[in-house]
């Protein structure tokens, strides 16, 4: 039950970003992605790092600042990239590779041991993503497709090193979330000085816009992911993905007033059935222990053994 709680909640992140696309076309300054990407990440993790009173030290200062800029910095930009480049059922897509990529990662860098289960239901739950997104007249840009794929790569690898590194002894999540929020906003600011130039005038639409990009989508959204990556594996966190565009046709349908097709009503139902295979698939997997849990066990061993000498 704990694990399913942990499942939930993390999936609650996903589910929020799926929120994105209708809040920025309805509320946001148009064509300013990367202020929006800046505006996103570094309120949120100036909050998240007061509200923590928690500094990096040592060599996280250099871990923050590379997860931050993988998770962050470096995917929100390749994001909007390809996005503008790419029709967005393509960007999508794209997107929906990153489970394939986080199951290579984790194998490679954790032990995380991927079975075939688990990769058929990454690569189907693209295709039901695929189903649901992708238009008869989809064209492709080899800029954009680029960018999609990298910013894929970017964000598995994020995951997976966030997994890698764990946390310093005594900080949590919050902590960790905001540090990386931080360091990836400001490493989204000069892009965005350089691309798009001064910031633009904000109304009160905008603001309130960008409040709940700010508050929900980003500090609530990515403290729950983060926090799901440290207590599931990374396989697990990410093959939740595929609800970030489940949620936005459904938002689309339910609120933009966007009609759903009986295919795209099918690719939902098998992209939702693999996102729910994918969690089955992963808890059956025995996973090795992490270096600290080898360190706990042994322990544990030790102390019975003592105790049966005795």
Same mark, same amino acid.
């Given at each position: 039950m704990k694990r399913l709680a942990t499942v939930a909640l993390t999936a609650l992140a996903?589910? %929020?970003?799926? %929120?994105?696309? +209708?809040?920025?076309?309805? =509320?946001?300054?148009?064509?300013?992605? !990367?202020?929006? *990407?800046?505006?996103?990440?570094?309120?949120?993790? !100036?909050?998240?790092?007061?509200?923590?009173?928690? !500094?990096? /030290?040592?060599?996280?200062?250099? /871990?923050? +600042?590379?997860? *931050?800029? !993988?998770n962050i910095g470096a995917f929100f930009p390749l994001l909007f990239l390809s996005a503008y480049r790419l029709p967005g059922g393509v960007a999508a897509v794209l997107g929906s590779a990153g489970p394939l990529f986080v199951v290579g990662l984790a194998a490679l860098l954790l032990g995380?041991?991927?079975? @075939?289960?688990?990769? =058929?239901?990454?690569?189907?739950?693209?295709?039901?993503? %695929?189903?649901?997104?992708?238009?008869?007249?989809? $064209?492709?840009?080899?800029? *954009?497709?680029? $960018?999609?794929v990298v910013s894929s790569a970017s964000m598995a690898a994020g995951t997976v090193m966030t997994k890698r590194w764990g946390r310093p002894e005594g900080?949590?999540?919050? &902590?960790?979330?905001g540090w990386q929020l931080t360091a990836g906003g400001l490493a989204i600011i000069p892009v965005a000085a350089l691309v798009e130039g001064a910031p633009p005038a904000l109304d009160g639409k905008a603001l309130l816009g960008y409040g709940y990009m700010m508050l929900i989508n980003t500090s609530i959204a990515y403290w729950l992911w983060f926090r799901g990556i440290g207590q599931l594996s990374a396989t697990s966190v990410t093959l939740l993905g595929p609800l970030s565009p489940l949620t936005a046709a459904v938002i689309g349908w339910a609120a933009l007033g966007q &009609? @759903?097709?009986?295919?795209?009503?099918?690719?939902?139902? #098998?992209?939702? *059935? +693999?996102?729910?295979?994918?969690? =089955?698939?992963?808890?059956?997997?025995?996973?090795?222990?992490?270096? +600290?849990? /080898?360190?706990?066990?042994? #322990? %544990?061993?030790?102390?019975?053994?003592?105790?049966v000498r005795r």
């Open positions: 996903p589910v %929020s970003w799926g %929120s994105t696309y +209708a809040v920025a076309s309805e =509320l946001l300054p148009p064509d300013r992605p !990367l202020f929006t *990407g800046v505006m996103r990440a570094l309120p949120a993790g !100036l909050l998240l790092t007061a509200l923590a009173r928690t !500094l990096p /030290k040592g060599e996280w200062w250099w /871990k923050s +600042a590379v997860l *931050g800029t !993988l995380e041991r991927a079975s @075939l289960r688990t990769v =058929l239901a990454a690569v189907t739950g693209a295709f039901g993503v %695929s189903m649901v997104v992708l238009t008869a007249n989809a $064209a492709l840009d080899l800029v *954009g497709v680029v $960018a999609g900080v949590g999540p919050l &902590a960790m979330t &009609a @759903l097709t009986p295919v795209q009503l099918a690719g939902m139902a #098998i992209a939702f *059935g +693999a996102t729910v295979a994918g969690q =089955l698939a992963v808890a059956r997997t025995p996973q090795p222990f992490s270096s +600290a849990e /080898k360190n706990n066990r042994n #322990i %544990s061993m030790d102390l019975t053994d003592r105790r």
